[in-house]
Every structure is written in C-alpha cells, then in structure tokens.
C-alpha cells in the first residue's frame, strides 16, 4: 500500500494535484476522539473588515488531536466579492522552507459554481514528506488552535457592496468533496468540522484632500493652493459648483467644523500665508487621503457636482 501511494505522489504529483484527487482510503464516519476542527476568518469570530478593491488575507485556523500528514482545504465566497485570487502563504511546520519534511502546499485550481452556483472554492492542499514512510512528519495541534495559512484575495471595487457581509463557506471540487485530512498512518481519510466566518464591506471613506475646495476642477495631483481660496469665495458668491460627498462640501471645510463658512476662506489664507495650521477636517467626512495615491483613482474626482442656480449664504452647515 505505502509503495503505491508512494508512486503515486511522487511520478503523478502535479495530476495529483491539479485533479484535487485525494488518496482513495476509506472515510470515516466519526473522527475519533475530540473532533478536529477547521476555522476560516477571525478566530473571534468577528468579522473580516475591508474596503471595496482590498487585498485581504483570510486566515485559516486548525485544531486537532490526531496525526495527519495531508489536509485540504477549500474555502467558498460569493462570485460578487472577489475580483482575483492571489493565492497565499501557510504557516509553522506546513512552510516547506522551516521544515522540509512537510514538503509540500499549494493553491490549487479554482473551482467555479462550487459549492453552488454563482460561488467560486479556493483550495489549499498540504502534504508532509512522502518518500519514505519513516521521514513523514505528522501535524497536530494538540486540542490547541493554531494559524496554518492564508488565503490571499482581491475584492470587488464596486460601491453598492459597502454595507453588506457575505459569508465564507465550506467549498467543494468534483472529486473529493469538501475539507479533508489524512490520518498518519495513510489508511484512513476524513471530514473535520468546518467553521466559516465573514467578510464585511465598509466604506473606503472619501476621496478628497482637506482644503482643496477646488478638486471639481483641478487637476491631479490635489493640492491647497490659493486657488482654492479663490474658488471658495466665488463658491459662496453662487458661481462655482461644490464637490459634494453625501451632500456636504468636505473638501471646502477647511478648518474641519463640519461647516463650510467664510471661516474656512480665512483659514485657508492663514495657512497658505505661514501663519496657520494645515486644513483638517470633519470627523464624519473622513478622507483616505493623505498619502496621495500616484495616479487618479478611477472616477476622479467622484463626487456629487450640482449646478448652482443661486447665491450660498457663507453661514451654516450645508450637510
């Protein structure tokens, strides 16, 4: 038996792999002992917060109390989250480089409408040394949590995502199923319990640089000069348009009040003179930037730009 297996990973191992084909030994139908267990996301159970257009790490968790010396993993998300995967890094005694005689991981080939339609699986599989019986080096955990991997994904850029969650499922291929670990002694395979977390999408804040109450019309890159002086006098003399987030003028407030006043003219003038601080501002509006991306963010400069049909009065809020 072990001399089979031993062909068959070692001539076979890129087929083996890309084919997701486990070792065919019997299932068991209770893992013995303490359930093994896998937990994918924040060991607390929170959520994995990120912003649309992220690259986020999902870490994967194991907890078991017998030898194994192969695990797969596959994880699902709804195809409307992820825009790419980047594969990943794993951990401690499954990094082939720390020990060698765990020789072997990757992330494998997608499997698209798994488990169900509309859902992509992202496998990991991970083997210890298997050239000679006596060299394998078996993992447990010993009944204790411990970080094994990444999965490493880029997120949808779409904005009608913000304020939603999706969850991360068990994933499956065609051939194994879903979760998987081998037992060390090469004779049996089995399920552990497998527990998900989520993703949630929160807003990427706002793309405006404190001060520059002229990004409607300015070029790239965004900066407080006195033409942004020179903009927010004639904004409040009704002759220049807002860039407006959410209905509020952020990029005009320069002296952060939540408000967009002449205070923020004369702000303005006592910082670009030497004589003031630099432009903050309201805690509600908060900026992504500073630091500037290099190069304009799709979109630029994505606000809201009415038309002005009569003159601002330069008191009040105008949230």
């Not at 089979?4 to 070692?10: F, Q, R």
């Not at 949590?145 to 904005?159: I, N, R």
């Not at 520059?212 to 002759?239: R, S």
């Not at 309201?282 to 606000?303: F, I, Q, R, T």
Request: charged share 15%; with cysteine.
């Amino acid at each position: 038996m072990h001399n089979k297996l031993h062909l068959i990973l070692s001539a076979a191992k890129i087929a083996f792999i890309a084919s997701m084909v486990l070792i065919a030994v019997p299932l068991h139908a209770d893992d013995p002992g303490n359930p093994d267990s896998v937990w994918v996301g924040n060991l607390d159970g929170s959520n994995i917060a990120a912003c649309p257009g992220d690259t986020i790490d999902i870490p994967v968790w194991v907890k078991n109390d017998e030898d194994v010396i192969i695990m797969y993993f596959p994880i699902a998300i709804d195809d409307d989250y992820i825009v790419a995967d980047l594969g990943g890094r794993v951990y401690g005694i499954l990094d082939t480089i720390v020990t060698p005689h765990w020789d072997y991981y990757n992330f494998t080939v997608n499997f698209s409408d798994r488990p169900y339609s509309g859902y992509t699986s992202y496998p990991l599989i991970t083997m210890s040394e298997h050239g000679t019986p006596y060299y394998w080096l078996p993992f447990n955990t010993q009944g204790n949590w411990v970080k094994v991997a990444d999965f490493t994904l880029e997120l949808s850029s779409e904005p009608s995502l913000i304020g939603s969650t999706t969850q991360i499922i068990e994933g499956e291929n065609p051939v194994t199923g879903g979760t998987a670990f081998v037992e060390y002694e090469f004779n049996e395979q089995f399920a552990p319990v497998f527990v998900g977390g989520s993703i949630e999408i929160l807003s990427a804040g706002y793309q405006y640089l404190p001060g520059d109450a002229n990004m409607a019309v300015a070029g790239w890159p965004p900066m407080v000069t006195g033409a942004d002086v020179t903009y927010l006098v004639y904004y409040f003399l009704g002759q220049n348009q807002p860039c407006l987030f959410e209905g509020f003028y952020a990029a005009g407030d320069a002296n952060g009040s939540c408000q967009v006043t002449n205070a923020d003219v004369t702000y303005l003038v006592n910082f670009i003179i030497g004589l003031g601080p630099p432009p903050t501002y309201c805690p509600d509006y908060e900026p992504v930037w500073p630091p500037l991306p290099e190069e304009a963010p799709d979109g630029w400069p994505n606000c809201d730009i009415p038309v002005i049909n009569s003159k601002v009065i330069p008191t009040g809020s105008v949230k």
